[in-house]
């Protein structure tokens, strides 16, 4: 069965938001060390419950986002420039719409576009302070990674694959299948 853009965006928002989380927890402990978390839910809705019970690194993208962009002048702006800010607040027009399942703007009436959001954000957040691989494919019997590749652009699949994210360093898989 064919995948439908509602949930190739779906599954574009959990790979942002794996992706995501650990950078904005990072970002957080640069500029708050051990009040981070407690800086970070402060941004938090008043009746966000459930993600205020969890550590950073837990929060679901729409929150992540949002967080992202309240905290751009005391956290992000410092690493991440205008156009970063501009994606950030991209990704979150593209997920509220798919969360209340409204229409897309017509640019987004392929699905490429979105990925080609994901891709770009996920290229400017550094491989190398993140421990950030990607993989085509994962045994994890084996511990063998195929096609894997890190620091730079991704093609993301547009076809009904289930592609691995791992934050682990790429040197943890055996790089025999590459």
């Known amino acids: ?10 599954k574009s928002a959990e790979l942002l938001r794996a992706r995501l989380a650990p950078f904005v ?38 929150v992540l986002l949002k967080v992202m962009w309240d905290a751009w002048n005391d956290v992000f702006g410092r690493t991440l420039g205008r156009a970063d800010r501009s994606l950030v607040q991209e990704l979150r027009d593209v997920r509220n719409h798919w969360a209340h399942q409204e229409a897309f703007l017509p640019r987004l009436a392929d699905p490429s576009v979105l990925l080609g959001t994901v891709r770009d954000g996920l290229a400017l957040l550094t491989w190398e302070q993140d421990s950030f691989g990607y993989a085509d494919a994962y045994d994890p019997a084996a511990t063998l ?27 943890m898989c055996s790089e025999t299948g590459n």
Not at 1 to 10: D, L, P, Q, S, Y
């Open 1 to 10: 069965m064919a995948i439908t853009n509602h949930e190739r965006v779906g």
């Open 145 to 171: 990674c195929r096609g894997l590749r890190a620091g730079q652009n991704v093609a993301i699949p547009d076809q009904d694959a289930r592609p691995r994210l791992s934050t682990e360093r790429p040197k």
């Open 25 to 62: 927890e990072r970002e957080f402990v640069n500029i708050h060390k051990d009040k981070a978390l407690t800086e970070a839910r402060r941004l938090l809705p008043a009746d966000d419950r459930m993600n205020g019970s969890r550590p950073i690194t837990q929060w679901d993208a729409a």
